[in-house]
């Protein structure tokens, strides 16, 4: 088992930063692949970031292409989601996600990753 515990979120203006931790802990000694996915009010759950492999190979939906950047520590365990350049339409629960199975086939698909985290809220006012 993996447990992921996510930090980070809070209140921010338009355009402010944020930078969302997420911390694994458990059967840590196999390789993960790990990332994000976010769900706002009223919507489906959706991709966001991920990074896997010993390069950090990184992915990003389009809507957070260039504003987001994904990184890890690996001495540490630990995913960071560093988001620049905020908007509303960011606001979301952030949900920290890994799963043991780094091929990256289809990770943009949450039934892909076993372990999540309880999320947490990021708000972007206007």
């Known amino acids: 088992q993996v447990q992921l515990v996510e930090s980070g979120g809070g209140l921010v203006q338009t355009g402010g930063s944020l930078r969302l931790s997420c911390a694994a802990s458990?059967?840590?000694?196999?390789?993960?692949?790990m990332g994000w996915f976010r769900q706002a009010p009223g919507k489906e759950r959706e991709f966001v970031a991920r990074i896997r492999g010993t390069i950090s190979i990184t992915r990003y939906s389009a809507s957070v292409q260039g504003r987001f950047t994904i990184s890890r520590d690996n001495a540490k365990n630990t995913i960071y989601l560093q988001m620049n350049s905020l908007k509303p339409e960011d606001t979301a629960v952030y949900y920290c996600v890994a799963t043991t199975d780094s091929s990256g086939i289809n990770y943009r698909d949450e039934n892909r990753y076993p372990y999540w985290g309880q999320g947490t809220q990021v708000t972007v006012s206007s």
């Open positions: 458990g059967r840590t000694g196999s390789p993960l692949a």
